[in-house]
């Protein structure tokens, strides 16, 4: 998802006429760099959805990755994703009409307090299988975070945004693809696995290292990686996150392999969720955080630069949902250590309904 400059084009309205003669869209839920996100009625089958409408500024392009992202989703379906209902062209501007989550994202979760280990471990499970079933069907969806991450009132998950994700068994040339910008890092800087970072190959472990951040913030309350975007790139090259004291043994293992700086050595989502669906993984606990494994040594600190060095001298450009605001609605007040861009905050917050995820 790359950031852009806001156009000066005319958004649609709950008074203008309903898109495609069908979806009569009544909230505004959050805009993003290439489109935006509508509460609406399906006026034929009288339900509530939400609809992606994408800006026309750059035709050949937005046809392209509307395209891209539903025929993405169209291949999928599971209770840990959002579903795609239908997909058209209105007047020049493509649309996505997708799920309706009402309830909250796991960000705005978070920072009402921390998750127990059996909660972390619940939620965990269905978003491994969840990736588990998008790595069957050969994508890698390259933007595993806690915005985007729905929680719906019973506090199931759904993954949601796929406006970034990629066929791993395609190549990047073909015409159904939006092709990344040269020298451009895909992705949100404090979730991404250190081959990211690096502008490498990022297959299938690097959404399994991201959702181990993701349930690792989960249990502490904070991002493990903060600053500024290139900060925390550099952070998942210098050191291995940090466990907190007295966690569960068997979770600590798996969290522990999940963040491994090594591709190789990340279990596969569906094991990930095999071991997290086991009640003995939020059981007994560990005596003390887990260290880092075996050929897993931090770096020392005079490694930063050479780190930094190496990341500028790539001419990496970060793009994703950084340093913009939240496509959950108003933006929430600051709370220390959140890097993703966005900001979260510190009060319960009433139900809502929400779309499916940040924008692309």
């Known amino acids: 998802m790359q950031v852009r ?33 509508y509460e609406a009625l399906d006026l034929r089958l009288r339900r509530p959805v939400a609809v992606k409408v994408f800006r026309p500024s750059e035709s050949r392009r937005t046809d392209v990755q509307c395209g891209q992202e539903a025929r993405l989703l169209a291949r999928m379906h599971h209770p840990g994703l959002v579903t795609l209902y239908d997909t058209g062209d209105d007047g020049g501007r493509p649309f996505l009409v997708l799920q309706l989550v009402r309830g909250t994202t796991l960000r705005r979760r978070i920072a009402r307090s921390a998750l127990t280990p059996a909660e972390t471990c619940r939620t965990g499970a269905v978003l491994a299988s969840a990736l588990a079933h998008v790595h069957a069907r050969g994508v890698v969806h390259r933007d595993v975070k806690p915005s985007n991450i729905l929680l719906d009132r019973a506090d199931a998950p759904h993954l949601s945004d796929f406006g970034i994700s990629r066929r791993f068994d395609t190549p990047a040339d073909a015409a159904d693809v939006v092709p990344d910008s040269a020298g451009t890092l895909v992705g949100t800087a404090s979730y991404m696995a250190p081959e990211q970072a690096l502008g490498r190959y990022a297959g299938p472990s690097a959404d399994v290292y991201s959702l181990g951040l993701v349930l690792l913030e989960a249990l502490k309350g904070e991002a493990e990686y903060g600053g500024t975007p290139l900060e925390a790139a550099v952070a998942h090259l210098n050191r291995s996150p940090v466990l907190p004291a007295g966690l569960p043994a068997e979770l600590a293992r798996l969290l522990t392999a999940m963040t491994d700086r090594s591709p190789g050595v990340r279990p596969d989502a569906a094991s990930c969720a095999r071991v997290l669906a086991d009640p003995r993984t939020a059981g007994r606990t560990a005596g003390r955080a887990a260290a880092p494994g075996p050929g897993r040594p931090r770096r020392r600190a005079g490694a930063a630069g050479a780190v930094t060095a190496t990341v500028v001298t790539l001419g990496l450009t970060l793009t994703g949902s950084l340093g913009r605001p939240a496509a959950d ?32």
């Open 5 to 37: 400059a806001r156009h000066a084009h005319p958004h649609p309205t709950p008074t203008e006429r309903p898109v495609a003669g069908r979806y009569r869209l009544e909230r505004l839920l959050g805009r993003g760099g290439a489109a935006d996100v």
């Open 329 to 360: 609605g108003a933006t929430p007040p600051p709370r220390p250590g959140n890097a993703d861009g966005s900001r979260t905050a510190s009060a319960p917050l009433a139900p809502a309904p929400y779309f499916p995820g940040p924008l692309s």
